[in-house]
């Protein structure tokens, strides 16, 4: 006699349906401080995410009991915020550790699916003149659209025989590629770089390097460290600063620099997924991709909603110390002559 195969919902199994899971227990029942320690942001914006998301998440399926785009953007943020699949984390929203997983993937998906609309250089001349502005204020280097530089995500190795992701100190990583505005606002995210790439050699590659080269601002430039080509849109420090200009150039540079600096610190003190404290990143190097980049979009979202946390203490690990490079000097004339020209009309 043929036995009917059934298809059994896991946290059915585990939970069975009396289980109080956050479909019955609503965001309104705890505090703010509680979905601020738990999930790592408050209830509005946890609610923005629902009313963003929801209808990515809300998605025809055949189990027995669909998870609710409320308790998916829980489970991810939980996740992104601790790194962690713990059991407890779990058992806070009613769902197996198996489900937290296709949470996580499902809220990533999302939030990749959106980076345009929340990752973008400005376009209209009074928000570019204003981003100008913001820089200068800073420590009174002209023309600044954004600053850019590298940093490492740790990830567990593909495969025995992949060694592209394997960077100078062994370890396997994606190169990610970004830039912020003065604030911190991430205006470029290129997250899928493996990380034997040196920075010099993922700028040359990053659609960053076309769109500056065939489309944007011609009266204005970004800011990299020495681990870049000088170019005619990347203005990087002097080697060996001679005159009390280059000094003064050098050092204005430096201090408007180090904005992405403490953008990364930022963005690894919320997202503890991407720190390396509870590990490498259990992922493919494209999904790891997604959800560096699905942070990145979740980071600024968070300063528009005014959650900034610069001035919130760190914890834990911390980002990895840069990689030591070689001093990039440039061949393109034009750029010296610009940067000449920078040096002779603002730090003279």
């Avoid at 600044?144 to 992949?162: M, Q, R, S, Y």
């Avoid at 290129?190 to 009266?219: I, N």
């Avoid at 991407?274 to 980071?299: F, N, R």
């Avoid at 300063?303 to 393109?332: F, I, N, R």
Wanted: with cysteine; net charge negative.
């Amino acid at each position: 006699m043929a036995v009917p195969i059934a298809v059994l919902d896991c946290d059915l199994l585990l939970y069975g349906r009396g289980h109080r899971t956050l479909d019955r227990f609503k965001l309104e029942d705890v505090t703010d401080e509680y979905l601020v320690s738990t999930y790592g942001f408050p209830r509005r914006f946890i609610y923005y995410l629902v009313e963003l998301l929801g209808a990515s998440l809300s998605r025809p399926t055949q189990r027995s009991r669909a998870i609710s785009p409320e308790t998916q953007i829980l489970a991810a943020l939980g996740f992104y915020t601790s790194g962690s699949f713990q059991t407890r984390m779990g058992d806070a929203i009613g769902i197996s550790q198996a489900s937290m997983s296709r949470c996580v993937a499902n809220v990533t998906e999302a939030l990749v699916e959106r980076a345009s609309q929340f990752i973008h250089f400005p376009e209209d001349e009074a928000t570019v003149q204003s981003l100008k502005d913001d820089f200068y204020g800073l420590a009174g280097m002209p023309g600044v659209l954004g600053v850019v530089d590298c940093t490492h995500v740790a990830i567990k190795a593909p495969n025995a025989e992949d060694l592209s992701y394997v960077n100078r100190k062994g370890l396997h990583s994606l190169n990610c590629l970004m830039v912020c505005d003065a604030r911190g606002v991430l205006l470029s995210a290129e997250t899928h770089w493996p990380g034997s790439l040196p920075d010099c050699a993922v700028l040359q590659r990053a659609a960053l390097t076309s769109q500056f080269e065939t489309e944007l601002h011609k009266d204005g430039w970004l800011l990299g460290d020495s681990s870049f080509f000088l170019r005619t849109w990347l203005m990087t420090p002097l080697h060996i600063p001679e005159t009390p200009a280059e000094y003064r150039y050098n050092m204005a540079h430096s201090a408007t620099h180090n904005v992405i600096e403490r953008t990364f610190r930022t963005i690894r003190s919320r997202f503890r997924c991407l720190d390396g404290s509870k590990g490498t990143l259990q992922y493919s190097p494209e999904k790891s991709s997604h959800i560096i980049l699905a942070c990145c979009v979740l980071h600024n979202i968070s300063l528009e909603h005014g959650l900034d946390v610069w001035s919130s203490p760190a914890t834990g690990h911390m980002e990895q110390p840069e990689e030591e490079y070689e001093q990039m000097e440039s061949m393109d004339s034009e750029a010296c002559r610009i940067r000449q020209e920078l040096l002779l009309s603002h730090f003279s």
